[in-house]
């Protein structure tokens, strides 16, 4: 797989600037699907940025659950390990999600916006592996923005342009369009739920796993 992109550079503005081009949106949308997670659960997050999913989370369930954060960024998850968790277990695993492996398969398996930073070929490689690790009906929250077929409009079309643009030179982020996850999801999945925000920019989706 190719190198990781490295989110250490904006690690600490990544949430003023996200909420400053999308408003409430980024927040919005993965907060719609929390409210899937059973107790109890056992839980991947993948590339949770700067953990302010880990308090949402809590707010919802405060104890009970038990998290792993896997995160590639020293500083993202420098960030994560300050949130209130409240009761629930986290373990902040520093480590390209790749790299990481579980004896214990997961209930739940969270990706929000992670997807769009790959290319196809790093694309089908981490959704196999991640794919492994959720149990059979087990449901994976998916958050990103939507693929090209669905972009109707310039300002779409542009925003999507601009934002490869930016993390390409601050973050090392090599795709430079989006992958259709569709494409992924349909042969071992059913979609649970599905959600739009941001101008149908960005979709939710809870998918279980068959
Ligand atoms: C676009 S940010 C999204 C952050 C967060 N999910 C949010 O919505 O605010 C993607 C995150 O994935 C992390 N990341 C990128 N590649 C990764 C990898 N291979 N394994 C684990 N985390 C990764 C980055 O460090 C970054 O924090």
């Known amino acids: 797989m190719s190198q ?46 700067t953990g302010w999913i880990l308090e949402e989370i809590s707010k919802i ?9 896997v995160e590639v960024s020293n ?15 986290v373990h902040f695993i520093h480590q390209d999600i790749e790299a990481y492996r579980s004896e214990k ?3 739940i398996i969270i990706t929000p916006f992670f997807f769009d930073l790959f290319t196809k070929s790093d694309v089908s490689k981490l959704f196999l592996h991640i794919h492994k690790m959720l149990k059979p009906n087990g449901l994976w929250l998916y958050t990103d923005f939507v693929p090209q077929k669905y972009q109707t409009r310039f ?11 930016f993390f390409g030179i601050l973050s090392s982020v090599e795709a430079r369009t989006l ?14 739920v599905e959600k739009w925000f941001f ?4 979709r939710s989706n809870v998918y279980q796993k068959r």
Do not use: C
Request: glycine share 6%; no cysteine; net charge neutral.
């Open 4 to 49: 990781s992109p490295d989110f250490n550079r904006v690690a600490r503005p990544y949430d003023f600037i996200s909420r400053l081009v999308f408003g409430n949106a980024l927040v919005e949308s993965q907060v719609s699907l929390l409210n899937h997670i059973p107790e109890n659960s056992h839980i991947l997050i993948v590339g949770g940025g």
């Open 61 to 69: 369930q405060s104890a009970g659950l038990n998290i792993v954060y």
């Open 75 to 89: 500083k993202m998850i420098s960030l994560s390990r300050k949130r209130d968790v409240g009761q629930n277990i």
């Open 105 to 107: 398969l997961f209930d």
């Open 155 to 165: 300002w779409q079309k542009m925003l999507l342009k601009s934002m490869y643009l």
């Open 179 to 192: 992958v259709n996850m569709d494409d992924y999801f349909e042969k071992d999945y059913t979609t649970i």
């Open 199 to 202: 101008g149908k920019f960005i």
